[in-house]
């Protein structure tokens, strides 16, 4: 049977960003055969639909002046009416946001060039927005597409482990489905490190436990004060050598310093020589950081009407096995 996909995007509003590149990720996973094949199993679909102004609307309301000023309420009503019978027909939901590691009360959205550059809105206002737009007799496969959803205050601690009630109990991903949950019918799942789309397979890539180490050590290290001095000086010695008409020299100096297996005694040369040190450093972190696999990191979120408890899962093992390990059961 064909797939119905229905990505909600808080994400990005510039037409490059998360929205854009995941759908046609899932596109590719999801493809459109011939109309022949699609008579008998169905079509494929992957719609984005964006979220920024329901979610203004949500907040500023409408101010009633007139029968006119009922016309805006109307369209918004049709708009969200829309969009709830397409999520109610769709095998899967997506909601795109931007996460930031040891941000569990707020999602960012991309402004402009630069990934998660502005609050777009805290849990509560996205559980509000998104409760417009189901039905509570339905059921809903959600997926929180938000890097480090699942990941608890305690950003450092390990995720691949056995982790405690506090902690995964203070992560965005359970504060929002808690809002959701006791309302609506919602499996959701989220993940503990910084999320993508793989663009051949359309497959979600997680970061690894061993990446999002190395993303906080690169954080950490680049704003570092030891580090901003180590840029200064270099830039510094950069413009004087400059200014002074001894530019090649500062490149013969950068080259030789290179090929050394020391510290060197020259004052000038030392400061290059931490330079490209501290740069090799966060060149190794950078490409730690960059390890993701496409089976690793998912949490799965599910609510027990009858018995008032959540259960929340880790669906695959650090070797990419299906475990469906309980990490807790109990109450909200």
């Not at 205050?153 to 482990?161: P, T």
């Not at 954080?219 to 570092?224: D, G, I, P």
């Not at 040369?269 to 696999?293: C, K, M, P």
């Given at each position: 049977?064909?797939?119905?996909?229905?990505?909600?995007?808080?994400?990005?509003?510039?037409?490059?960003?998360?929205?854009?590149?995941?759908?046609?990720?899932?596109?590719?996973?999801?493809?459109?055969?011939?109309?022949?094949?699609?008579?008998?199993?169905?079509?494929?679909?992957?719609?984005?639909?964006d979220l920024f102004e329901l979610l203004q609307r949500d907040r500023t309301g409408f101010p009633f002046s007139s029968l006119q000023s009922l016309l805006p309420i109307i369209r918004s009503l049709q708009a969200r009416l829309e969009i709830a019978r397409l999520c109610a027909s769709a095998d899967k939901i997506m909601l795109g946001v931007h996460g930031r590691f040891g941000e569990t009360e707020r999602g960012f959205a991309s402004m402009g060039w630069e990934q998660g550059s502005g609050?777009?809105?805290n849990y509560q206002e996205f559980a509000a927005l998104l409760s417009s737009l189901l039905f509570p007799d339905r059921q809903y496969?959600?997926?929180?597409?938000?890097?480090?959803?699942?990941?608890?205050?305690?950003?450092?601690?390990?995720?691949?482990?056995?982790?405690?009630?506090?902690?995964?109990?203070?992560?965005?991903?359970?504060?929002?489905?808690?809002?959701?949950?006791?309302?609506?019918?919602?499996?959701?799942?989220?993940?503990t490190g910084s999320v993508h789309f793989n663009s051949q397979t359309g497959k979600s890539m997680v970061q690894t436990e061993t990446a999002t180490e190395?993303?906080?050590?690169?954080?950490?290290?680049?704003?570092?004060p030891g580090t901003k001095l180590?840029?200064?000086?270099?830039?510094?010695?950069?413009?004087?050598?400059?200014?002074?008409?001894?530019?090649?020299?500062?490149?013969?100096?950068?080259?030789?310093?290179?090929?050394?297996?020391?510290?060197?005694?020259?004052?000038?040369?030392?400061?290059?020589?931490?330079?490209?040190?501290?740069?090799?450093?966060?060149?190794?972190?950078?490409?730690?950081?960059?390890?993701?696999?496409?089976?690793?990191?998912?949490?799965?979120?599910?609510?027990?009407p009858d018995t008032q408890q959540i259960r929340i899962t880790r669906k695959y093992d650090s070797r990419g096995n299906k475990v469906f390990q309980v990490l807790y059961e109990g109450a909200l």
């Open positions: 049977m064909g797939k119905n996909i229905v990505f909600l995007n808080l994400a990005d509003k510039h037409e490059d960003g998360l929205a854009k590149t995941s759908a046609e990720a899932l596109r590719q996973k999801y493809p459109r055969y011939s109309w022949l094949y699609e008579c008998f199993a169905g079509a494929n679909q992957v719609q984005v639909i609050v777009i809105g496969r959600l997926a929180l597409i938000m890097c480090y959803g699942a990941r608890s205050q305690n950003f450092r601690k390990k995720h691949d482990g056995q982790l405690d009630e506090t902690d995964l109990k203070s992560s965005f991903a359970y504060k929002f489905y808690k809002e959701l949950c006791r309302t609506y019918r919602i499996t959701m799942t989220a993940r190395a993303e906080f050590d690169k954080a950490e290290f680049q704003s570092s180590v840029s200064t000086n270099y830039e510094t010695l950069q413009e004087q050598m400059w200014n002074s008409g001894r530019l090649d020299e500062f490149y013969q100096m950068q080259e030789g310093i290179l090929r050394l297996s020391g510290r060197p005694d020259s004052q000038d040369e030392r400061v290059i020589y931490d330079f490209h040190n501290v740069q090799r450093q966060a060149t190794h972190l950078e490409s730690t950081s960059g390890q993701s696999a496409s089976k690793y990191g998912k949490f799965v979120y599910e609510y027990n």
